[in-house]
């Protein structure tokens, strides 16, 4: 497909949109898999950026970059939450949540921290997850987590806040 200069003019003046996907992982007790960066402050998700130059998708972003951050390279289930995350100083951020299943004890000690970008790993309990993830991301992971425990499709989400 050939594009004019004006199609190309356009398209580069389109506002830019951060696109992200990150694994829900729990263990057999529910608690919730937290990853700790070395290169900012907090905790996080296994997750990051879709690399959309290579065509990559949301559900192959995720399972990409958990296979990089902490050696686990599983199918993932289903799209748990979609979240418009928009913030001072930076793009709006669409962020997708995919359900990594339950890690029992083997999954657990077969995780190996990709050290270039994660200080360490931990179990949070539910409760305990706005602690860690202040802000849009713990919102987005509670509202993940009761979408699993009533059984319901996905959630839509502006700033971790349900809308629709």
């Known amino acids: 497909m050939t594009t ?8 580069a003046s389109l506002p830019r949109v951060l696109a992200g996907a990150a694994a ?8 919730v898999l937290l990853v700790e960066p070395n290169y900012r402050e907090g905790w996080a998700l296994p997750g990051g950026t ?7 998708t949301p559900r192959q972003g995720a399972r990409r970059e958990t296979a990089e951050e902490i050696g686990l390279d599983r199918e993932l289930g ?9 913030g001072a100083g930076r793009p709006p951020l669409v962020a997708y949540l995919y359900d990594g299943g339950v890690l029992g004890e083997d999954d657990l000690k077969a ?6 970008e994660l200080l360490s790993w931990r179990l ?21 987590l009761d979408v699993l425990a009533d059984g319901t499709g996905t959630v839509e989400l502006e700033n971790g806040h349900p809308v629709g």
């Open 4 to 11: 004019t200069p004006d199609f190309a003019a356009y398209i």
């Open 24 to 31: 829900l992982f729990r263990d057999a007790g529910g608690r």
């Open 50 to 56: 879709i690399e959309s130059d290579g065509g990559e």
């Open 78 to 86: 289903r799209l748990l939450a979609v979240d418009w995350a928009h």
């Open 111 to 116: 995780i190996r921290l990709q050290e270039e």
């Open 124 to 144: 949070v309990e539910p409760r305990d997850v706005p602690e860690y993830l202040p802000d849009t991301l713990g919102r987005r992971v509670l509202a993940a």
